[in-house]
């Protein structure tokens, strides 16, 4: 069993790449809700979405979010109304969105809905949120408090950052599940997304961190930063407000008291060599992900500094690419 943490769409490529190499039966994914967010009366989790289109072949590939080939009439009827529209759904999410919203109102936990809504969809990987407590990211800024999605999507991270705090964490409890996928897993993967917004709100969750720490396999991370940038989106900004540079030496001191591995790209190998020095494991390799056997070949190699002899050669090569090519948007 392979244990992912992941959030947004760096998380979404990589869990592209892995469902190609291993058995979904075989992959328990702890994702972020810190995004979570009430759009039209509506619950809407952006993160459990994104990984649940990926792994049911729905996924727009071409925006990276939302389901390939759907309309926005639903958008357009609600402009006309008046409504704010500056968040995007289209209308087959907006049917998912429905649906996890009236199972709540049921009473089912956030654990419950998502869980109905794969196996709705033919999901065979475990998704998990990673708490069924409402955690909020909440970013600080001069123009005051901003939800992540108003920060991200409505402003464009055009905002100076202060800080970033998850309001309710610290009453938050681990969903069912999260802890034990954690501690038993062959290997634990944190999937190149936000180290601040996508993977730290899942960090904050009590428990979680200390399950990093005594987890049975390995812990790899894969790197968003890519020398001193991030691939996109505003890693580098929040790091800086997190007082971590915006380099790999920062991916490593955001997960230093639970990191076994870090994957970096090639481009980084002389900062790998300083960080090796330090006494941490880095491998390089190739992590930019553009086409469908990019995410295969990165999913391969970090499983293979992940759990070694563990799985066979057989099995990590898996899936022939072309069966997820056919997936395009
Ligand atoms: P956000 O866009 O900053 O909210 O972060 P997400 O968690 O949604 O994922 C985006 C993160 O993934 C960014 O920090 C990117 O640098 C990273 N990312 C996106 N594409 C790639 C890629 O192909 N390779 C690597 N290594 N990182 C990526």
């Known amino acids: 069993m392979i244990c992912v943490l992941t959030g947004g769409t760096g998380g979404a490529k990589f869990v592209d790449g892995l469902r190609q190499v291993i058995p979904p039966e075989e992959i328990t994914l702890i994702v972020n809700t810190g995004d979570d967010l009430l759009w039209w009366g509506l619950y809407v989790s952006p993160d459990i ?11 727009s590939r071409e925006r990276g979010w939302g389901v ?11 402009g006309q109304l008046g409504e704010p529209t500056w968040f995007h759904t289209g209308d087959r999410d907006l049917a998912v969105h429905l649906l996890r919203s009236r199972l709540l109102a049921e009473g089912k936990t956030l654990s419950e809905a998502t869980s109905t809504i794969c196996d709705k969809l033919g999901v065979k990987a475990r998704i998990l949120p990673m708490s069924d407590s409402r955690v909020e990211t909440r970013v600080d800024t001069p123009s005051g408090e901003l939800s992540f999605e108003e920060y991200f999507v409505q402003r464009w991270y055009q905002d100076p950052v202060h800080s970033v705090r998850f309001a309710g964490a610290s009453d938050a409890e681990p969903a ?26 899942i960090l904050a969750v009590p428990g979680v961190r200390e399950a990093l720490r005594r987890a049975r396999g390995k812990v790899a991370a894969v790197s968003p930063i890519i020398g001193n940038a991030p691939v996109a989106g505003p890693a580098g ?6 007082g971590l540079p915006c380099s790999i030496a920062g991916v490593a001191k955001a997960y230093e008291d639970f990191l076994d591995v870090l994957i970096c790209d ?5 900062a790998a060599e300083a960080l090796r020095a330090n006494g941490l494991r880095v491998e390089c390799a190739q992590t930019i992900m553009r086409s469908v056997e990019d995410k295969a070949a990165l999913a391969r190699t970090v499983l293979s500094f992940a759990v070694g002899g563990l799985l ?4 990590v090569s898996g899936r022939p690419a072309a069966r997820a090519a056919s997936d395009q948007p």
Not at 266 to 270: E, I, L
């Open 49 to 59: 979405d994104s990984i649940t289109y990926v792994l049911s072949g729905l996924l």
């Open 68 to 78: 390939k080939g759907d309309t926005f009439l639903c958008l357009q009827a609600m």
């Open 176 to 201: 069912p599940g999260v802890i034990e996928a954690i501690v038993s897993a062959d290997a634990v993967l944190v999937a190149p997304s936000n180290p601040i917004t996508s993977i730290g709100p």
């Open 237 to 242: 900004i929040l790091m800086a407000a997190h």
């Open 266 to 270: 090639t481009k980084d190998a002389r």
């Open 312 to 315: 066979s050669e057989e099995r």
